[in-house]
Each structure stands twice: as C-alpha cells, then as structure tokens.
C-alpha cells in the first residue's frame, strides 16, 4: 500500500510538472507571436499603411495581453485622423495601466483627441407629431436620451433610434451620420384608438367632447385615442351631464345618460290673465248667442205654426213673433261674431305668453348655469355651475 502511494504521488509530481512545462511553452509561443505581429506593424506603420498597422497591433494583443500594443494601435487611428478611435484606445490604455507614467501626457492627448472630433460630430433633430416622445439610442436599456422635440451632435457612425409615446405605436429608425451632417427627421406616430358609444334617451341633445361642441349624439361609435376624455351632455332646460370616459385600445365603451329636467320656476307673462279673461268672455259670449239663436228659432217655429184666420188680432200676434224672432236672431248673430273674435283674441294671447314663457326659461337657464372648458393636467374638461 504504501509503495502504490508513493508511486501514485510520483505520477502526480511528474504531471503538474508537465503541465507546468506546457504552460511555459505555450506562453514562450504567444510571446513570439506577438512579437512577430509587432514587427510586422511597426513596418506597416513605416510604409503609412496603418489600418494594417493597427489590425497587427490588436492581433499581437489578442496573443499576448500586453498594454503597449493597445497603445500602438491608438496612435495609429490618430495617424489616421480618427480622433474618436484613437481616444477610446488611449482610455483602454489607461484602464489596463493605471499607474501609467506618461498618464498626464496621455490624458492631454484624449482632451485635444475629444475637441477634434467634436468639430466634426454631426447633428440629429427629431420632430414627432404629437410632441412628447421618448426618443432612446440603439436600445431601451441605455434609458432615454431626450424628449421630442429632439436636437443633439452625435459622432459619426450607424445608429438606431427608438421613439416611443404613451398612447402610440412605437418607432424604430436606423440611420448613419457623417461627419459633419446634419440629419432631421419627422415621425407621425400612430395613435392606439378605441370606440366610445353615447347613448341619451331625449332628442336635440348637444354633446362635446373634449372641448369640441360635436352637435347631435351620434348614433354610431365614436373613434377615439385611447385614454381619459372629458364628455358633456346637455339639453336645453335641463341638468347638463358630465363624465369622465377612459377609452381602452380596440374595446367599445358603452355609456347611457339620462338627462333630468331643471326645477326653474317662472312667472307667467302679462299675457296670461288676459288671454284666460278674453277666453272666458268668448266662451260665455258664444253660449249666449247660442241661447239667443234656440229662443229665436222657437218664435220662428211657433209663428210658422200660427193659425192664419186672417183675423186682425191673429195677424198682429203673428207680426209680434216674427218681429221677436228677428230680434232674438239679431243678438245671437251678434254675440257669436264677438264671442268668436274674443276666442281667437285669447288664443293669441295664450301664444304670445307661450313664446315669452320659453324665452324667458332659456334666458333665465342661461343667466344661471355656465360651460367653461378648463385645461387640466391630463386634457381638457368642462366645468358646469349651476345656481337656484
């Protein structure tokens, strides 16, 4: 037992020494590798090629982790003109190597690298209808960058611009700034819409919304952005409705109203006791006329039914009824011509008071009861008084 530990521990001595040697090795490798890829820069650096200079530099990186090829690679994009290159390596520099000795230097040069590329930055400009929206950068999770209506310099490169309203489809735009362009774009975006059905069980109803005066109800469902509305039903003499309506996307708010009458007490007009007292003096003025006209035909018949003898006495009794006839006749004639015109005279009268009774009732309901639409903090509203 005790010589297979030893020689299991022996195995194991022999191994870690050989992956050790392994490692060893494989660094020798990357090493020389990595040299090899300098070398190679830094003659590609010589002939001006130094795109080729800089791919060299980060592939001997990549084989050896080693700073100063990070710091290469900056001062060729510098030697290149791309000054936003060329700092974001300086600042990896300085990540990798904090304790640098040329930091100060190398921060100076970031500073100068920043200002440079500033000038040749491009601008952006997003106008959306409706005003309002979040406007983010490649993606939601960097947050919002600005609010519409937007304007900002962004480097040049390709971006994906993401504008998204409350309320409205969302946007997603790419594009590709250049040095020096300036880039505006205009967005319509699109409302979530849903459906609003009034119902009012009395007719010449005016209905506004949102502060619109709309006319008559509709019979049909209102198309409308989703979110709060403000709704006012009113009619002529009575209790106006107010109601605050949130409409969902594609569902159908259904909402009845019943409107209640206004309790206004009015005074009859000057019209009224006339229109009564002409009526009655008609009405009475006919009756008697028609009293008159039955005692007139009664003489008429009993004069018709007379017995004509021819005797003197008989003829002037004869003469008498007939003459008390025509008189009666005269009198009721005359009483149903004054009866009749006082009937029409009421008549009128009881129209004159009727339109000055609905004229006073709307000038009355409006001296007492005011419409103001108000701005609110979520839209427009209608604020109503009433006073008794």
Not at 74 to 94: H, I, P
């Amino acid at each position: 037992m005790r010589k297979l530990l030893i020689v299991l521990f022996s195995v194991a001595v022999a191994s870690s020494s050989n992956v050790a040697a392994l490692r060893a090795e494989m660094q020798d490798f990357r090493r020389i590798k990595a040299k090899k890829l300098e070398a190679e820069a830094r003659v590609f650096y010589g002939k001006g090629k130094f795109v080729e200079a800089a791919n060299a530099f980060r592939s001997a990186y990549i084989a050896n982790s080693d700073a100063r090829y990070i710091y290469n690679v900056g001062k060729c994009y510098e030697r290149l003109n791309d000054s936003l290159e060329a700092a974001k390596y300086y600042r990896r520099y300085l990540e990798l190597v904090p304790n640098a000795k040329d930091r100060k230097g190398i921060e100076e040069a970031i500073r100068k690298l920043q200002y440079q590329s500033r000038s040749d930055w491009g601008r952006l400009s997003i106008l959306t209808q409706p005003v309002g929206a979040n406007v983010y950068l490649d993606q939601r999770s960097k947050g919002v960058i600005g609010i519409t209506p937007f304007t900002r310099s962004l480097p040049p490169g390709r971006y994906r611009i993401l504008i998204d309203r409350k309320g409205h489809d969302s946007e997603s735009l790419t594009l590709t700034i250049a040095k020096q362009q300036s880039r505006r774009l205009s967005v319509v975006l699109k409302p979530h819409l849903g459906y609003l059905r009034v119902k009012v069980g009395r007719r010449k109803v005016r209905m506004i919304l949102d502060g619109v005066e709309l006319g008559e109800v509709p019979s049909t469902a209102l198309r409308l952005k989703t979110g709060v509305h403000y709704l006012l039903v009113e009619k002529k003499n009575h209790r106006p409705v107010f109601k605050r309506v949130t409409v969902e996307r594609e569902k159908t708010q259904n909402m009845k109203i019943k409107l209640d009458r206004l309790p206004i007490e009015i005074k009859r007009s000057v019209y009224w006791p006339w229109a009564w007292t002409t009526t009655s003096v008609g009405v009475a003025a006919l009756l008697t006329g028609m009293t008159f006209s039955l005692l007139a035909k009664g003489d008429q018949d009993r004069a018709n039914s007379f017995d004509k003898t021819g005797a003197d006495a008989n003829r002037a009794k004869l003469d008498s009824l007939r003459s008390k006839a025509r008189k009666k006749a005269l009198v009721a004639n005359i009483l149903f011509g004054v009866g009749g015109a006082a009937v029409i005279t009421g008549a009128v009268l009881f129209v004159l008071d009727w339109r000055d009774m609905k004229k006073r009732e709307e000038q009355l309901f409006s001296e007492r009861m005011r419409i103001e639409p108000l701005i609110a903090s979520d839209g427009v509203s209608i604020r109503w008084t009433m006073s008794y």
